[in-house]
């Protein structure tokens, strides 16, 4: 599937819209495009479940590698907000590792978060699916008491995520809100697009009237919409919350809401195991495909 993919020119310009390439050149080429426009970026080095732990080894390196580069670029902050971020699951770090995964992953992450700090780059501990959710979590927790700029992502679809938000909103914390894209059994996961999506807004309406610093990742009007109405309500500044995006996903919506005075960042993936993260968007979330497709023929 992934030899026919690339090989087939529709479906490999597919693939370099949404995926901004297989090597770090390619990746900090996109993510300048992106800074230029006057959006912010987070970028991932794909790659999880990580089996050993010299693959763990080889993605901290890649992410030191990549935070050193990000400290040359000539943006830091903009009204408090750091332009520049990274994101990382914690199964490439080598959470997934038979033995050891959570002490190896806490002090991968430690390291990493060690490097950002001297770079001036934020960074955001990616979800992944529900079986992980309380080490993620608690290994953010811990990571936070030295680094308190660290953010985590909450996956409305899960039923948990209501009271994550609420434990969560707290002054100073940066909490991603995305929908899901994982097949998760229904015993801990709505199923039904309208159940998603009233999660997703109720856990919204969390992290907008707590203390926290909301990171709305959808590409939905309605949310985009509601996160609007919310911010009025609330009264918070530009520089309170953000609007975040996939690379290559309604690029015109991104640009619209940049030049009204909003925080948006780019998800920027890149690397060579580009498949996972492109399949599972495609066909976990059957939404998403519509979103790609459409932003294929129209770049919106």
Same mark, same amino acid.
């Given at each position: 599937?992934?030899?026919?993919?690339?090989?087939?020119?529709?479906?490999?310009?597919?693939?370099? *819209?949404?995926?901004? =390439?297989?090597? $770090?050149?390619? !990746?900090? /080429?996109?993510? %300048?495009?992106? @800074?230029?426009? #006057?959006?912010?970026?987070?970028?991932?080095?794909?790659?999880?479940?990580?089996?050993?732990?010299?693959?763990?080894?080889?993605a901290l390196?890649?992410?030191?590698?990549?935070?050193?580069?990000?400290?040359?670029?000539?943006?830091?902050?903009?009204?408090?907000?750091?332009?520049?971020?990274?994101?990382?699951?914690?199964?490439?770090?080598?959470?997934?590792l038979p033995?050891?995964?959570?002490?190896?992953?806490?002090?991968?992450?430690?390291?990493?978060?060690?490097?950002?700090?001297?770079?001036?780059?934020?960074?955001?501990?990616?979800?992944?699916?529900?079986?992980?959710?309380?080490?993620?979590?608690?290994?953010?927790?811990?990571?936070?008491?030295?680094?308190?700029?660290?953010?985590?992502?909450?996956?409305?679809?899960? *039923?948990?995520?209501? =009271?994550?938000? $609420?434990?969560? !909103?707290? /002054?100073?914390? %940066?909490?991603? @809100?995305?929908? #899901?894209?994982?097949?998760?059994?229904?015993?801990?996961?709505?199923?039904?697009?309208?159940?998603?999506?009233?999660?997703?807004?109720?856990?919204?309406?969390?992290?907008?009237?707590?203390?926290?610093?909301?990171?709305?990742?959808?590409?939905?009007?309605?949310?985009?919409?509601?996160?609007?109405?919310?911010?009025?309500?609330?009264?918070?500044?530009?520089?309170?919350?953000?609007?975040?995006?996939?690379?290559?996903?309604?690029d015109v919506?991104?640009?619209?809401?940049?030049?009204?005075?909003?925080?948006?960042?780019?998800?920027?993936?890149?690397?060579?195991?580009?498949?996972?993260?492109?399949?599972?968007?495609?066909?976990?979330?059957?939404?998403?495909?519509?979103?790609?497709?459409?932003?294929?023929?129209?770049?919106?």
């Amino acid at each position: 599937m992934k030899s026919a993919i690339t090989r087939a020119p529709v479906t490999r310009s597919i693939v370099t *819209r949404f995926v901004a =390439g297989q090597d $770090r050149p390619a !990746a900090l /080429a996109a993510a %300048r495009t992106i @800074l230029d426009s #006057g959006r912010s970026i987070s970028i991932d080095h794909l790659g999880e479940d990580t089996a050993e732990p010299e693959q763990a080894r080889a993605a901290l390196a890649e992410y030191r590698a990549l935070l050193s580069e990000l400290a040359d670029q000539p943006e830091a902050t903009v009204g408090g907000v750091r332009r520049l971020e990274v994101s990382v699951k914690l199964s490439a770090l080598g959470l997934a590792l038979p033995r050891d995964g959570l002490r190896v992953a806490r002090e991968h992450a430690h390291a990493l978060c060690t490097a950002a700090q001297a770079a001036g780059v934020w960074v955001t501990v990616d979800a992944e699916d529900h079986t992980t959710t309380d080490e993620t979590l608690a290994v953010v927790t811990e990571l936070r008491a030295d680094f308190h700029w660290l953010g985590a992502v909450l996956q409305a679809y899960l *039923r948990r995520t209501e =009271g994550d938000c $609420r434990d969560l !909103a707290v /002054a100073g914390s %940066r909490i991603r @809100l995305c929908k #899901g894209a994982y097949n998760e059994p229904e015993s801990v996961a709505y199923q039904r697009r309208s159940e998603v999506d009233a999660s997703y807004l109720r856990c919204l309406e969390i992290l907008m009237r707590g203390r926290g610093y909301p990171m709305v990742a959808s590409h939905d009007p309605v949310v985009i919409e509601q996160t609007q109405d919310l911010v009025g309500q609330v009264g918070r500044g530009p520089a309170e919350f953000e609007h975040q995006m996939l690379y290559g996903i309604r690029d015109v919506e991104q640009a619209r809401l940049a030049a009204e005075g909003d925080q948006v960042r780019v998800y920027v993936p890149y690397g060579a195991q580009w498949y996972g993260y492109f399949m599972r968007r495609l066909a976990e979330r059957p939404a998403n495909l519509t979103f790609f497709l459409r932003s294929l023929v129209t770049h919106g």
